[in-house]
């Protein structure tokens, strides 16, 4: 899961439309583009207002121990001191060089135009107790594929404690029970096998070696007809 979500190629049913159609890794290190990097992160104001009143509409979701729910540029210094900015965060999911706070700052920005372009994306997570921001986690496109991938990233203070298979776990939920996806599937460098752990933990099962975004990986996936939601706690906020 990376950074720069390519071109749309499967969009989620609206809410309308799925009631009358009823009887569906970490992020690494992708290149984002240098050029024009600055015409680019500060856009007029207005699109930029536009797009956080949108990603505050839009969906959120509720776990036993977290709160998911959309970005907005406010979340931008937190989000690069916690994951984009340490790295150790980014050595578990790439080479270990963080991003740029203006690199950062794209980044949030394609996550709420994903949102509003596809009807799904990656949430900011918070732990309940405290209320405080503690990384990201959900759905994009996967680079060069017309694949949907999950997505998870926590800071350290929050590993070895459950909290990216929870958040994981409501992110699966919503794409394969909620919005109808066919399939999803989660990337991984070889050596985390952390995060393998997750996404076996999840019912997602090994299915190759490959590269994505210049990166030798394992992919896992699993298909709506196959997965089966748990009793864990989960609350879909529309």
């Known amino acids: 899961a990376l950074l720069e979500a390519p071109a749309p190629t499967q969009r989620a049913p609206d809410r309308e439309q799925r009631l009358h159609d009823a009887p569906g890794r970490?992020?690494?290190?992708?290149?984002?583009?240098?050029?024009?990097?600055?015409?680019?992160?500060?856009?007029?104001?207005?699109?930029?207002?536009?797009?956080?009143?949108a990603a505050r509409s839009a969906r959120g979701d509720e776990t036993a121990r977290l709160r998911l729910r959309m970005f907005t540029l406010d979340d931008?210094?937190?989000?690069?001191?916690?994951?984009?900015?340490?790295?150790?965060?980014?050595?578990?999911?790439?080479?270990?060089?963080p991003l740029s706070i203006e690199r950062t700052e794209v980044a949030i920005r394609r996550f709420i135009k994903h949102w509003q372009d596809n009807g799904f994306g990656l949430w900011a997570v918070e732990h309940k107790e405290g209320g405080n921001l503690i990384g990201?986690?959900?759905l994009q496109h996967l680079e060069n594929s017309p694949e949907i991938e999950l997505v998870?990233?926590?800071?350290?203070?929050?590993?070895?404690?459950?909290?990216?298979?929870?958040?994981?776990?409501?992110?699966l939920r919503f794409g394969l029970d909620e919005i109808k996806l066919d399939r999803i599937v989660a990337i991984a460098m070889p050596k985390n096998t952390t995060s393998q752990n997750v996404m076996r933990k999840l019912g997602l099962q090994f299915e190759r070696d490959t590269t994505f975004y210049q990166l030798h990986v394992v992919l896992y996936a699993i298909a709506r007809e196959n997965y089966r939601p748990d009793n864990a706690e989960y609350h879909l906020h529309v």
């Open 136 to 138: 990201h986690c959900g």
């Open 152 to 171: 998870y990233a926590l800071a350290k203070p929050y590993w070895g404690q459950g909290l990216a298979t929870e958040a994981a776990r409501a992110a």
């Open 26 to 53: 970490a992020p690494g290190n992708e290149e984002l583009p240098c050029g024009g990097l600055r015409d680019h992160a500060v856009q007029d104001e207005r699109d930029a207002r536009r797009d956080e009143d």
């Open 76 to 97: 931008l210094s937190e989000h690069h001191r916690l994951i984009f900015g340490d790295p150790d965060v980014m050595r578990t999911v790439s080479t270990g060089q």
